[in-house]
């Protein structure tokens, strides 16, 4: 198996199950690579990620003196086995690398529609918000479960 392949399975399954929508350290990725290759040295490692870079599967960033590496969609796509019906459209996005922040719209009455139900209820403050069912509403066990979110 080749070092970039080692470094993708780490970094999917850090991403898709332990660490959901978070890169990880380069201290953290070494460590990880080290329990596999023991062959790993700091220069093999950089060079990898900076091959995997060239070829659009991770980003760096760094953060103080820390070298950071997240998976992009082309590394994560095959790995990722849950269906966007399973997770739902957005948590799919993120699974595949998409941003935690980014400006999203919709239809607004679809919004409205809550608005005018009294069981939720909408706070909006300067581009942010939240929708959640009252508290009388989610305690009511007639509510449906479905409805509690």
């Not at 023991?38 to 091959?51: F, H, M, Q, V, Y």
């Not at 997770?87 to 919004?111: A, C, N, P, W």
């Amino acid at each position: 198996m080749s070092l970039e392949n080692i470094i993708g399975n780490i970094l999917a399954r850090y991403w898709l199950e332990e660490n959901p929508n978070c890169g990880m350290s380069y201290s953290q990725l070494f460590a990880r690579v080290m329990k596999v290759s023991t062959e790993i040295t700091d220069s093999k490692l950089r060079a990898a990620i900076n091959r995997m870079q060239d070829l659009g599967e991770v980003s760096t960033r760094h953060v103080y003196s820390e070298m950071w590496v997240y998976p992009k969609r082309q590394l994560l796509e095959p790995r990722d086995k849950l269906t966007e019906a399973e997770v739902g459209k957005y948590t799919k996005q993120l699974r595949l690398g998409g941003s935690q922040i980014e400006l999203r719209f919709f239809d607004r009455q679809v919004l409205d529609r809550y608005r005018q139900d009294p069981r939720y209820e909408l706070v909006e403050s300067e581009g942010i918000g939240w929708l959640h069912i009252r508290d009388e509403y989610y305690l009511d066990p007639s509510t449906p479960e479905s409805d509690k979110f």
